[in-house]
């Protein structure tokens, strides 16, 4: 394998950690944003995801157009792992550990979307749950139905009292 193939991929995946550690510090801001209930400092962060955003679609290209020229080159083309299989022993230990630290940052960031919509749900629910209340004057209604306002409710309250 050329030294051209050792770099390009070296530097693919240096600016994709770089990009991911971008991405794990914004995503912590949002989520801190989120809890403190932050329009401003939301509405300041979405510029940042989209810078994010472009950068992460560029070393997508940049994997895609590396996997192709391996592929005409006859080279294994199916992912980075297996291009890096062709790298000589001493460059294919270090790119496999970049491999490994990509992935687990993939798998971080995952788990950091997920917490931000679980706030972002929760949130929704709860400003649902604020307009009902406020529709309704405070006053329950039944939730089948059209019958009349419910004056109280919780089955072992109202049964002790």
């Keep these: 394998m050329e030294t051209s193939w050792e770099s390009e991929l070296a530097q693919l995946l240096n600016d ?33 995801e989209q810078a ?4 992460l679609q560029e070393c997508l290209k940049r994997r895609n157009t590396l996997l192709a020229d391996a592929r005409k080159a006859g080279l294994p083309s199916a992912n980075i792992q297996s291009l890096s299989s ?7 230990k270090a790119i496999r550990h970049q491999v490994r630290q990509a992935a687990a940052r993939a798998r971080l960031l995952k788990h950091h979307s997920l917490t931000n919509w ?4 929760r949130t929704l629910i ?28 919780g089955g072992l309250v109202d049964g002790a009292a």
């Design 16 to 48: 994709l950690l770089g990009v991911q550690d971008l991405l794990l510090a914004t995503l912590t801001r949002k989520r801190d944003l989120l809890a403190a209930g932050d329009a401003e400092g939301l509405a300041a962060v979405a510029t940042d």
């Design 52 to 55: 994010l955003v472009d950068s």
């Design 86 to 92: 062709k790298l000589p022993r001493e460059k294919r």
């Design 118 to 121: 679980v706030i972002v749900q």
């Design 126 to 153: 709860h400003l649902s749950q604020l307009l009902e209340i406020i529709a309704t004057g405070g006053r329950l209604k039944p939730t089948y139905g059209e019958g009349e306002m419910v004056g109280a409710s």
